[in-house]
């Protein structure tokens, strides 16, 4: 499969930044025969303003489990999917930190998301508590179990939260553990993409899209500067 390079903008952009941001990585993708599938996770308020960007797909950051109704603040993944949306993260460490949001929320939001066309970006990952316990393979085994629907199209994406923002990156070679026990779980596994996100950066992309079973990139920080994120484009 081609490699899957999402960039994550979080809170990040004033609107005519993001505007210029999408449109100089259209221009850079040209007609779309890139060894790589990119997609963008601007803040949902601007989706309406990318509704004409392919080559380059959109991605939303979050979205509710149900279709509709009195949830204030919310989005739902059918607004997604109108405002031309083909993804959207769900179970961001953010999300489950700060908004307190379980793997089997997680699994109702991914299962909505399937539900209305789009692929959810299913995301787990350790804190560094767990990892320097080196409890993160029956921590992020329990979130596989929990989070990931039975049967559908969706991406993993593997984000230890003590690499996230950090400048911290995983080892290669924590990297290539963790990908293939992640592989080892899940269902129709050949057909699952398999992301690696925390601090990924120009410097260490090309390392980390060429460990075994590292099918793309989730990509925060990096991913609101121009040269930088086409720069990780390019390693895959
Ligand atoms: P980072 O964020 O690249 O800024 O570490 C990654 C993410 O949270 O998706």
């Known amino acids: 499969m ?10 990040n952009t004033a609107r005519a930044e993001a505007k210029a941001l999408a449109q100089g990585l259209r221009t850079n ?4 025969n890139a060894a790589f599938d990119m997609v963008i996770c601007p803040p949902a308020v601007w989706l309406a303003d990318m509704a004409d960007i392919a080559p380059l797909s959109l991605g939303a950051q979050d979205c509710h489990e149900a279709d509709k109704g009195a949830f204030t603040g919310n989005i739902a993944a059918p607004m997604l999917k109108e405002l031309g949306c083909s993804h959207v993260i769900v179970g961001h460490s953010e999300r489950r930190q700060h ?3 379980s793997s089997a929320l997680v ?15 299913i995301c787990v990952g350790e804190g560094e508590a767990d990892r320097t316990a ?3 393979e029956q921590v992020v085994g329990q979130q596989l179990v929990e989070s ?13 939260i003590w690499a996230i ?15 293939a026990f992640i592989r080892n779980r899940i269902d129709h596994a050949d057909k699952v993409a398999i992301l690696y996100g925390g601090s990924v950066k120009a410097g260490n ?22 040269e930088e994120f086409w720069a990780i484009a390019q390693a895959a």
């Open 205 to 226: 992309a090309r390392e980390i899209l060429h460990t075994d079973n590292v099918d793309g990139v989730l990509v925060g920080g990096a991913s609101l500067s121009l």
């Open 165 to 179: 923002g950090t400048g911290k990156t995983a080892t290669a070679e924590d990297v290539r553990a963790m990908h």
């Open 107 to 121: 699994k109702a939001k991914a299962e909505n998301a399937m539900r209305h066309g789009l692929v959810p970006i």
């Open 29 to 32: 993708l040209g007609s779309g």
């Open 134 to 136: 080196g409890r993160h």
């Open 2 to 11: 081609k490699k899957l390079i999402v960039g994550n903008w979080k809170m």
């Open 148 to 160: 990931l629907p039975s049967s559908g199209v969706y991406v993993v994406a593997y984000e230890p």
């Open 99 to 101: 908004h307190g949001e």
